[in-house]
Antibody, heavy 120, light 110 residues
Framework: EVQLVQSGAEVKKPGESLKISCKGSGYSFTSYWIGWVRQMPGKGLEWMGIIYPGDSDTRYSPSFQGQVTISADKSISTAYLQWSSLKASDTAMYYC?????????????WGQGTMVTVSS | SYVLTQPPSVSVAPGQTARITCGGNNIGSKSVHWYQQKPGQAPVLVVYDDSDRPSGIPERFSGSNSGNTATLTISRVEAGDEADYYCQVWDSSSDHPHWVFGGGTKLTVL
């Protein structure tokens, strides 16, 4: 079964750092893009960025460039989303997604989501 | 920046047909994908490349795309179709190509 399994919910304080993960299984991890999507409470979907684990080619949404870092470790089929200094406005559900090898392919597999809560 | 416009809500009686639109400048020249998100769940792809269905998605779900409007059509609507629906395109026209989502449409089954 093709699936993406994300790390568990996090509760952090403003200014703290965080790295969440997304492990792919059931397919060739290096042959598909992995992306991240934010959903703030009660709001819509926002694309953050994508990485191609095969060569680590990474693209960011202009809205998130410089705010987060996307990385991947192909040896363990895992992608990451990290923050160096969290803000309360980072409170949201974060989904990782699998995208086909062509930019423009749909997100055919979604992780279960990681809820990040940032509060003092 | 490319903008996708969806109606905030659509209501339909069971057994009827629901049409959810997604407006964008010359969207007919782009490939549109549609996602369904039920409360408390991750989104699911229901239509890709304007009108194709992933395996496991009922034939009741179909899509079309022309001019400035893409449409997701759900025939013979069931109570279980009640969800938020999002359209999506890849905007390759800018200096920084990126994904764009519509604001979402809440489908209510009366």
């Amino acid at each position: 079964e093709v699936q993406l399994v994300q790390s568990g919910a996090e509760v952090k304080k403003p200014g703290e750092s965080l790295k969440i993960s997304c492990k792919g299984s059931g397919y060739s991890f290096t042959s598909y893009w992995i992306g991240w999507v934010r959903q703030m409470p009660g709001k819509g979907l926002e694309w953050m960025g994508i990485i191609y684990p095969g060569d680590s080619d990474t693209r960011y949404s202009p809205s998130f460039q410089g705010q987060v870092t996307i990385s991947a470790d192909k040896s363990i089929s895992t992608a990451y989303l990290q923050w160096s200094s969290l803000k309360a406005s980072d409170t949201a559900m974060y989904y990782c997604v699998r995208q086909g090898p062509v930019l423009g392919d749909a997100f055919d597999i979604w992780g279960q989501g990681t809820m990040v809560t940032v509060s003092s | 920046s490319y903008v996708l416009t969806q109606p905030p809500s659509v209501s339909v009686a069971p057994g009827q047909t629901a049409r959810i639109t997604c407006g964008g400048n010359n969207i007919g020249s782009k490939s549109v994908h549609w996602y369904q998100q039920k409360p408390g769940q991750a989104p699911v792809l229901v239509v890709y490349d304007d009108s194709d269905r992933p395996s496991g998605i009922p034939e009741r779900f179909s899509g079309s795309n022309s001019g400035n409007t893409a449409t997701l059509t759900i025939s013979r609507v069931e109570a279980g179709d009640e969800a938020d629906y999002y359209c999506q395109v890849w905007d390759s026209s800018s200096d920084h190509p990126h994904w764009v989502f519509g604001g979402g449409t809440k489908l209510t089954v009366l």
